[in-house]
């Protein structure tokens, strides 16, 4: 007789558990938060696929949070649930900025600051522009067609390309590498996590590559380029070199793909707000912060107690990880009235969480906020309207919050 091997215990579903991925994939997420929101907004979750850990859920306590940032490290643990385990194979630690803490990420952040200032994104918005204009010429109207690809992850790639001096035509191995380098559902699985770790290593010999042509040359307006003659480059070494850059790349990528694809999704959804919007398009640059909040690229970024504390009454022990839940904290009530709905005039959309808050607070959100301006503008040139055909295909992670697929046909309104 066949001996039956072992059942793992299976653990009961834990409903306020927002750490699983299938709230993402089937766009059910809102119910639990809501829950935590008005209930228990600094939570304690006992079990779950990615351990212990406290959901922060709405805005105050996140605020309290980012404004203590030697109190909760971006360092200890990094900046998702998924935990790095030590000695795991297919676990190396990139050195990236965001995942340090003071003093060295003020040194590294100050590398790559210069290519985000006003002025760099005034010298950028003109190739932004023409881009942009040549996706949209691009598309056949009344055709369908997936907006993810042949629109977000075009442009978005294409910025980075340039943002870069990456080889144009090889450009879509950013786009790869960024898909594998920001799926934490990977951690999960040893086989997966070996995978991701090789192309993290191709991706790293392919910048050292760049790198090696561009060291001991004169200046060129590219973040390489930058980076090799920046005064703070000094305190840094080859592999933080290279983690900053895997960092700048998946930084730059799924974000603003998604609120691309947010802009065609949500408007679509709002059809009375897509409507104002069109008659009056000095409104879209509010639009794009609310897309921004209403979206939410990046779902959480998880925080580590570095000493025993209280946040909101509950007792948190050092060594606790805390995941800030951004896309929960922009649909609180509290703060943002109406917060399920996009509404292109609210009047405080900018006080979006999107880009965190802090001395992490992203470094390219002015570079985010023109391109999908951009974007934005030159549809209305076109009286170009999104019309969605279907529900979208969903990234199913409680980190990466974004579409893989969205089937649309555009039309002139
Ligand atoms: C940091 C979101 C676009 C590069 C962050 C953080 C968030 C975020 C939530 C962490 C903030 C914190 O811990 O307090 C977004 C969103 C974007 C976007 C929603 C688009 C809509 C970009 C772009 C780039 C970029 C275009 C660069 C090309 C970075 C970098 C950091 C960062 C380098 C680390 C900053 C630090 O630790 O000091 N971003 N980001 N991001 N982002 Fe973005």
């Excluded at 996140?62 to 000695?87: H, R």
């Excluded at 005064?231 to 603003?256: C, H, K, R, S």
């Excluded at 409507?275 to 970024?301: D, Y």
């Amino acid at each position: 007789m066949a001996t039956l091997a072992p059942v793992a215990p299976v653990r009961a579903v834990d409903p306020l558990d927002v750490s699983r991925p299938e709230l993402y994939r089937d766009d059910v997420w809102q119910a639990p938060f809501r829950e935590l929101r008005a209930t228990a907004p600094v939570h304690r979750v006992e079990h779950s696929d990615f351990g212990p850990y406290w959901s922060i859920s709405s805005y105050k306590p996140i605020i309290t949070v980012e404004s203590l940032p030697d109190l909760y490290s971006s360092q200890a643990g990094g900046i998702t649930l998924a935990d790095f385990i030590e000695n795991n194979p297919g676990d190396v630690r990139m050195p990236m900025f965001i995942a340090m803490d003071r003093p060295k990420h003020t040194g590294q952040r100050r590398t790559v600051a210069p290519a985000f200032t006003p002025s760099e994104m005034v010298r950028m918005s003109d190739n932004i522009r023409t881009r942009t204009s040549e996706i949209l010429d691009s598309l056949d109207w009344n055709t369908p067609f997936d907006w993810v690809d042949k629109v977000s992850v075009e442009l978005t790639t294409q910025m980075l390309a340039i943002l870069f001096d990456f080889p144009w035509e090889e450009r879509r191995k950013l786009t790869f590498w960024s898909d594998w380098a920001g799926d934490i559902e990977l951690a999960k699985n040893d086989e997966l996590r070996l995978e991701r770790l090789k192309h993290m290593y191709e991706c790293g010999a392919y910048f050292q590559n760049l790198w090696n042509a561009k060291v001991g040359k004169d200046p060129t307006p590219d973040l390489i380029s930058m980076m090799i003659h920046s005064d703070a480059m000094a305190e840094m070494d080859q592999m933080e070199f290279l983690g900053n850059l895997i960092l700048l790349i998946v930084g730059g990528n799924d974000t603003t793909r998604n609120t691309m694809s947010a802009v065609a999704y949500g408007l679509d959804l709002f059809p009375d707000q897509r409507a104002k919007l069109e008659a009056n398009p000095s409104l879209i640059h509010n639009t794009v912060q609310e897309v921004i909040r209403w979206q939410t690229p990046l779902a959480h970024m998880r925080r580590t107690a570095t000493a025993d504390t209280e946040l909101e009454g509950q007792q948190i022990k050092a060594g606790d990880k805390l995941a800030l839940w951004y896309l929960s904290a922009n649909r609180d009530e509290s703060v943002f009235e109406n917060a399920d709905q996009i509404i292109v005039d609210r009047a405080n959309a900018r006080r979006h969480l999107a880009f965190g808050h802090g001395i992490h607070r992203c470094v390219g959100a002015r570079l985010a906020e023109l391109q999908v301006s951009v974007l934005l503008e030159e549809m209305a040139k076109r009286r170009m309207r999104v019309n969605v055909l279907g529900e979208p295909e969903r990234v199913a992670a409680c980190f990466v919050h974004g579409y893989r697929k969205l089937p649309v046909e555009i039309s002139r309104y």
